[in-house]
């Protein structure tokens, strides 16, 4: 097992090395000149040469990539000129609305999917199981942003339930700014937790084939210990998979949604560095989308281990 841990370890910081360089290569082979954008059209040519100074443009690109990387490393995400504060503190601002409605979402995608795989497992070729599936086919094919659009009509428009669109901050109450928030939420998890449902179905169907399912039955448990202590233990895997990779989903899914509903949180902040060339801005929110998506990923391969002992003997033998 210390040796599956430590090339999970190895993988994590190689990956985000190489997304690093990635990041810093596309965002900086773009047209424009952030310097010109930033100032506008009417600026004198050496306005615009004392800016590209300052924002460390003049410099070589391979320079300019070791301090991005270390002052990221510091946690020195660099200054926004568009914005006029270290982007740090934008982050820090947006971070507090879109990391709840991404766990929001991925709690209640979950919430959703799992128990409904698993009841339409149970139920192989009976009405439950085709309308889950039916219900997972129209959730699949259904973008998020116009489930937004439909919440917020009927739940917000038509029945005042749910604001329309906003967020009044935290320090205005934790239902207010979960009631805000719940909408998006919801509209970001249901196409996701159609296809965890599928995905959970699945893995239960050939899991309740096994032989320690049927040992199980025979020794007389009921039904719903057979299929929540025994079954769906050992279809966790693609489950769990499914779940990490959901993650970066519903952090893209933000950028839309944040948009749809007018809601400040690092996708709309993203969306608007990319409009205003703000080169600084986009790099570090990406990297940080990244690093997200990768830890993830991360606690995904160590709970493999915890899942599945059979992973844990490979790692240790290797």
């Not at 009976?126 to 219900?135: C, F, G, H, M, R």
Request: glycine fraction near 8%.
């Amino acid at each position: 097992m210390p040796a599956a841990i430590a090339r999970a370890g190895v993988t994590f910081f190689a990956t985000l090395l190489i997304a690093s360089l990635v990041v810093f290569l596309v965002l900086n082979v773009l047209p424009g000149d952030p310097a010109a954008i930033v100032l506008g059209m009417g600026a004198q040519p050496e306005t615009i040469a004392a800016l590209r100074s300052q924002m460390g443009l003049d410099r070589p690109a391979p320079e300019r990539y070791l301090v991005w990387v270390i002052g990221l490393m510091q946690g020195d995400f660099g200054y926004s000129h568009t914005y006029a504060i270290p982007v740090s503190e934008l982050i820090s601002q947006r971070i507090v609305l879109s990391a709840p409605l991404a766990l929001m979402a991925i709690a209640l995608s979950t919430l959703i999917a799992i128990p409904a795989g698993v009841y339409a497992a149970a139920r192989r070729g009976k009405i439950a199981d085709l309308i889950v599936s039916l219900s997972a086919q129209i959730g699949v094919a259904i973008p998020n942003f116009w489930f937004a659009m439909l919440l917020i009509l009927l739940f917000s428009l038509w029945l005042g339930w749910f604001p329309a669109g906003g967020f009044p901050g935290w320090e205005a109450g934790l239902w207010p700014g979960i009631r805000s928030l719940l909408l998006p939420a919801i509209a970001l998890a249901l196409p996701q937790a159609a296809i965890l449902s599928r995905v959970t179905r699945s893995a239960m169907l050939e899991t309740l084939n096994e032989d320690h399912v049927r040992t199980a039955r025979a020794k007389g448990l009921s039904e719903g210990a057979v299929l929540w202590r025994h079954a769906l233990r050992n279809a966790l895997i693609p489950v769990v998979t499914i779940l990490g990779l959901q993650l970066s989903f519903l952090l893209a899914g933000t950028i839309i949604i944040e948009q749809a509903c007018n809601l400040p949180g690092l996708g709309r902040l993203l969306f608007q560095a990319i409009a205003q060339r703000d080169l600084v801005t986009v790099q570090s929110v990406v990297m940080l989308l990244v690093a997200v998506v990768v830890l993830v990923n991360f606690l995904v391969d160590l709970l493999y281990l915890s899942i599945d002992p059979r992973l844990r003997g490979a790692g240790h033998g290797a």
